[in-house]
């Protein structure tokens, strides 16, 4: 049985594009044709000669052999158009120009030039606008020249930029406004109207520049700041599906590079490598990243637990972070509830359906066979006998008793062709008739499922956010266990014991599971992947008897799975003690427990014979069963101060200096065992085979950094 694919109707997709081009064209050239009465026939029109032949044919189909024959392309609406009125009209080596005034003489259409497009319109229908000369200048509040402010006419593409004195000029319409806008400063809207010169002055954006931005261990505003920093706040989240956040930040910020760096493409809980401003050296390297103070794996967290992420991209990096940041970091600040703040409580579910990318058309049998046979003449022979063909065209049409006679062999209580029985066996290569598209039978959908909770809120004194989200990504592929599953707590409360002293706690915890087909010895999804391009379209799905064929692999992707689980576990403890103005001391210590469980099961590959009986195949002997339990302690804690002051209030200072201290303790076992009694309760007791047991020594990390 073949699956139907729903998919994506491109040719329709391909129409409506260049549909909506042509509407693009348009406007874009009434726009030119607002801002200037003069139009211009251009020159190509009179040197280009083309050869019409025209019988009764409608406008449309004449400029479609125009079209043809040159490199002009007609813009218009179809429906304030009519090229439907039909034409018999003859021309050898006739000019452009000539033949469309002949074709539009007796119409209501008329057409305009602009370079090799031809602007189609019907009579009447241009708008004629009187447009004039406006100048202005832009100033701040103290009446100082506003240096590259924007000045767009809204709505459309005709802008300036004010120069060094803030001064601007721009061909605009009495109906016009204006939008004018800079960074760090309010954006304002002016009518035209009948004025001839305009003094536009800007307001500071005081809320944008005193945005605050987490920058290492400590925060600065926008306004202060010197160093190359890109912030990326949760709203830039907002509305974006993805099971990873490496996956939503593509596209975020300028300057990141990703890669999936592997083959196995966006599969379920894909993470992206990423980079900041390219390569940083010949062995790679990834920005170091930092999760409310301490490190950590941002893929480990819930996407709608981020409140801003921080990159940092120049050399200011490496002076707050040292040796490990020499690509660039990646400072990831949590929400957290605020003082004085109401109860709230919020729900988000997400039903999201998958499916697969544009896939590619496979021939059917018959034309793959006649293929074949055709190159095999420049060759040396015919890959498929003619028997074989005509057991193809008789599948395809259905008629399944001409096959079953022409098998003499052909086994009793069988049902199901497309596969030929070769003596006790089933054919795997060229005797095979049927017409299977590989990339239908692997390909369809999957139904996956996000939901995520929170609750926040705070008195004068108390403030806390706690949060809660669960994510199932499954995979498109139709055989085979292939999912990912997250589950994500935060919890945050922070109190303020004085006026100058505070106290916070977080506790983050995440757990991941990832179970994949692994192919048993054949591979992973690099095999699947070439065995989908590269299997014949003759090769059945199943045998005689409804059991898959071999050759598909699908009884090797649901022989035996890859299982991860995850534990991500995160205790923090803060305190800030205010003693002065501008001083600030900071202590911070974090206690984290990493496990990893990892169960690899590979289980027996059966085939069927012609007989309907059952056996191993070799490339899954012997069964076995591999288990590998991996634990990381670590803490840390963070002591530093800082003073901010500013003299004149122009010039910001701040001096900073601190410590950390680190330890880290890392263990792991991995046990190996095969011949498994039975598959279905995969566990050491359960094998028969010899053991091989690995451990590795306790590893203890300590490090003491001082920052000034």
């Given at each position: 049985m073949k699956k139907k694919y729903a998919g994506i109707d491109y040719p329709l997709l391909l129409s409506e594009f260049k549909h909506l081009c042509r509407v693009m064209k348009l406007i874009l050239s009434l726009l030119l044709l607002c801002a200037s009465t003069v139009f211009s026939v251009n020159v190509n029109s009179q040197t280009a000669r083309v050869n019409i032949v025209a019988n009764e044919l409608t406008v449309k189909e004449i400029i479609n052999q125009i079209e043809e024959q040159t490199d002009f392309l007609f813009v218009y609406n179809n429906e304030k158009v009519d090229l439907n009125h039909r034409i018999s009209f003859n021309a050898s080596d006739v000019s452009v120009f000539n033949v469309l005034n002949q074709i539009f003489r007796n119409l209501d259409i008329v057409y305009v030039m602009e370079g090799n497009n031809i602007l189609l319109m019907k009579k009447g229908t241009l708008p004629q606008q009187d447009t004039k000369l406006l100048k202005g200048i832009v100033k701040d509040q103290s009446g100082e020249p506003v240096i590259g402010a924007n000045v767009v006419v809204k709505g459309t593409t005709n802008g300036t930029v004010t120069d060094l004195n803030g001064n601007f000029t721009l061909e605009v319409a009495d109906t016009d406004i204006l939008l004018v806008s800079f960074i760090g400063y309010m954006s304002r809207e002016i009518p035209v109207g009948n004025k001839k010169s305009l003094d536009i002055s800007l307001l500071e954006d005081s809320k944008t520049l005193d945005e605050v931005v987490v920058?290492?261990?400590?925060?600065?505003?926008?306004?202060?700041?010197t160093g190359a920093v890109n912030v990326i706040s949760d709203k830039d989240f907002k509305d974006r599906q993805a099971s990873t956040v490496s996956q939503l930040l593509q596209g975020a910020a300028p300057g990141f590079n990703f890669d999936i760096g592997t083959q196995n493409g966006f599969e379920p809980g894909a993470t992206m490598n990423i980079s900041i401003r390219g390569m940083g050296s010949l062995n790679g390297g990834s920005p170091y990243v930092v999760i409310d103070g301490f490190p950590g794996d941002l893929n480990n967290l819930n996407p709608e637990d981020i409140e801003s992420v921080s990159v940092l991209k120049d050399a200011a990096a490496s002076a707050i972070y040292g040796a490990r940041a020499p690509y660039g970091v990646i400072l990831i600040t949590t929400k957290k509830g605020k003082r004085n703040e109401k109860v709230s409580v919020s729900y988000t579910g997400n039903l999201i359906v998958k499916t697969a990318q544009k896939l590619p058309e496979s021939l059917?049998?018959?034309?793959?066979?006649?293929?074949?046979?055709?190159?095999?003449?420049?060759?040396?022979?015919?890959?498929?006998?003619?028997?074989?063909?005509?057991?193809?065209?008789?599948?395809?049409?259905?008629d399944f008793d001409y096959i079953r006679?022409?098998?003499?062999?052909?086994?009793?209580?069988?049902?199901?062709?497309?596969?030929?029985?070769?003596?006790?066996?089933?054919?795997?290569?060229?005797?095979?008739?049927?017409?299977?598209?590989?990339?239908?039978?692997?390909?369809?959908?999957?139904?996956?499922?996000?939901?995520?909770?929170?609750?926040?809120?705070?008195?004068?004194?108390v403030s806390y956010y706690f949060s809660a989200g669960y994510m199932d990504d499954s995979s498109v592929l139709n055989f085979g266990t292939d999912y990912?599953?997250?589950?994500?707590?935060?919890?945050?409360?922070?109190?303020?014991?004085?006026?100058?002293?505070?106290?916070?706690?977080?506790?983050?915890?995440?757990?991941?599971i990832r179970e994949k087909p692994n192919m048993t010895k054949e591979g992973d999804y690099s095999f699947m992947y070439r065995h989908i391009s590269r299997n014949y379209p003759i090769t059945p799905l199943y045998d005689g008897f409804g059991n898959y064929m071999f050759e598909s692999h699908i009884p090797s992707i649901e022989s035996g799975t890859d299982k991860q689980d995850d534990i991500d576990y995160w205790n923090n403890f803060r305190m800030e003690i205010r003693p002065l103005k501008g001083w600030k001391i900071n202590a911070d210590f974090a206690y984290n427990v990493y496990n990893q469980e990892i169960s690899n099961v590979e289980k027996y590959i059966y085939t069927y014979d012609v007989n309907n009986q059952p056996y191993e195949n070799g490339i899954s002997i012997p069964n076995n069963l591999l288990r590998r339990k991996y634990i990381k302690k670590y803490w840390t804690t963070n002591i530093f101060t800082s003073y901010d002051f500013n003299i004149n209030e122009d010039h910001n200072f701040t001096v900073l200096t601190g410590m950390q201290f680190e330890r880290g303790d890392e263990s792991w076992v991995q046990g190996y065992k095969t011949d498994l009694i039975s598959e279905k309760?995969?566990?050491?007791?359960?094998?028969?085979?010899?053991?091989?047991?690995?451990?590795?020594?306790?590893?203890?990390?300590?490090?003491?950094?001082?920052?000034?």
């Open positions: 920058v290492g261990y400590g925060t600065q505003k926008k306004v202060n700041l059917d049998s018959y034309t793959w066979t006649r293929v074949l046979n055709e190159a095999g003449d420049n060759m040396g022979g015919h890959p498929f006998s003619n028997e074989t063909i005509d057991r193809v065209i008789a599948y395809q049409k259905g006679n022409s098998i003499p062999d052909w086994p009793d209580g069988a049902t199901i062709f497309g596969a030929m029985p070769e003596g006790n066996v089933w054919n795997n290569a060229n005797l095979n008739y049927a017409n299977t598209d590989w990339w239908d039978i692997y390909f369809g959908n999957s139904v996956n499922q996000k939901h995520d909770i929170s609750l926040h809120g705070g008195t004068d004194k990912f599953k997250r589950l994500n707590t935060l919890g945050k409360i922070s109190v303020a014991i004085t006026d100058w002293w505070d106290f916070g706690y977080e506790t983050r915890f995440a757990k991941k309760v995969p566990s050491f007791p359960n094998a028969t085979g010899d053991a091989l047991l690995s451990e590795a020594w306790l590893i203890i990390l300590r490090k003491v950094t001082s920052r000034e």
